[in-house]
Every structure is written in C-alpha cells, then in structure tokens.
C-alpha cells in the first residue's frame, strides 16, 4: 500500500457519497476490491459490469457520511482505523464508531467489523447498552453481544 500512497499510482476511481453532505473522493479499485467483498462485486463483478467491460471509473455509495466513509478510505490504505476514532471519547465519538461499525457491515470487511465492534465495546455504559445490542443483533456481532452480557453482569454484581 505505500506504493499507493506515495501518489506514484494514480487514482483510478472515483467515489461519490450521495446524500445531504454530498462528498467525493478519489481511491484505487483494485484497493477497495481487495478489502471489501462489496466493492469487488461492484466494481469487478456481478453490479456494474456484468457484460465483462472495465470497471466503472465513477460509482455513488449511499448510507454512509462522508466522515465514515473517509474512515473507511482510511482503513483500506493503512490496515486500521482512523487515531481520531479509536482515541476519542463522548457521544461524537460513539456515533461515529456505531457508524464506521455499519459501513463495515455493509461493505462486507469482516476485518474492519471486528476493530470497530472493539471499538463499540469502550462506549458501553447505561445510556448505550441497549442501542448497542440493538446494533449486535441486527448485525450478528456475537462479540458485542457478548461484551454487553459481561457489562449487565458486572452491574448486577455492583448493585449487590
């Protein structure tokens, strides 16, 4: 990846996130096909191209900020998650990670869903243990699941 974010290999593709805070960014498809399962199918499969030409050079994501999807761009060049995220703290931080948690589900990066559902599992406290479980039930995250059994324990057993 330092190859590529050295700006020898020029951006091939670019990605347009569509909604109220519309935002573009420039990226390498053969990058976002290596992380996420989503993007190989988009840009090199079965959405977009199925009568075998080149892969399209522009495409639109939906459902996601351009914050989160920064986030993401982050972690296909760098193998982690963003300092800003991973070091912050308050509800600002909490919502981003729920949000960089979801993208990842959505983009099928399993890796990515892993760090960010250990990243979720800090925010847990009495105001956001049940969105949290909300969260690791709609998206089958057995370890969110599991850290929000560990932290009712633990209240249950304070509380004594």
């Known amino acids: 990846m330092e190859f590529l974010l050295s700006g020898d290999a020029p951006f091939d593709l670019e990605i347009r996130v569509v909604g109220d805070d519309a935002a573009t960014?420039?990226?390498?498809?053969?990058?976002?096909?290596?992380?996420?399962?989503?993007?190989?199918?988009?840009l090199y499969g079965e959405v977009g191209n199925e009568a075998g030409g080149a892969?399209?050079?522009?495409?639109?994501?939906?459902?996601?900020?351009?914050?989160?999807?920064?986030?993401?761009?982050?972690y296909v060049y760098n193998d982690a998650l963003p300092e800003e995220v991973t070091n912050?703290?308050?509800?600002?931080?909490?919502?981003?990670?729920?949000?960089?948690?979801?993208a990842a589900d959505m983009y099928a990066m399993d890796r990515m869903k892993l760090l960010c559902a250990n990243n979720l599992c800090r925010f847990i406290d009495v105001d956001t243990v049940s969105?949290?479980?909300?969260?690791?039930?709609?998206?089958?995250?057995?370890?969110?699941?599991?850290?929000?059994?560990?932290?009712?324990?633990?209240?249950?057993?304070?509380?004594?």
Do not use: T, W
């Open 25 to 42: 960014f420039h990226a390498h498809r053969m990058a976002l096909a290596a992380q996420s399962l989503y993007f190989r199918r988009r």
């Open 55 to 74: 892969p399209p050079s522009a495409i639109d994501v939906h459902g996601v900020s351009p914050e989160a999807f920064g986030a993401v761009l982050h």
């Open 88 to 102: 912050k703290s308050g509800n600002a931080a909490a919502f981003m990670a729920r949000e960089l948690f979801e």
């Open 131 to 160: 969105p949290i479980m909300e969260i690791a039930e709609a998206h089958s995250c057995e370890l969110l699941k599991k850290a929000r059994r560990n932290y009712m324990k633990r209240r249950r057993i304070l509380a004594q």
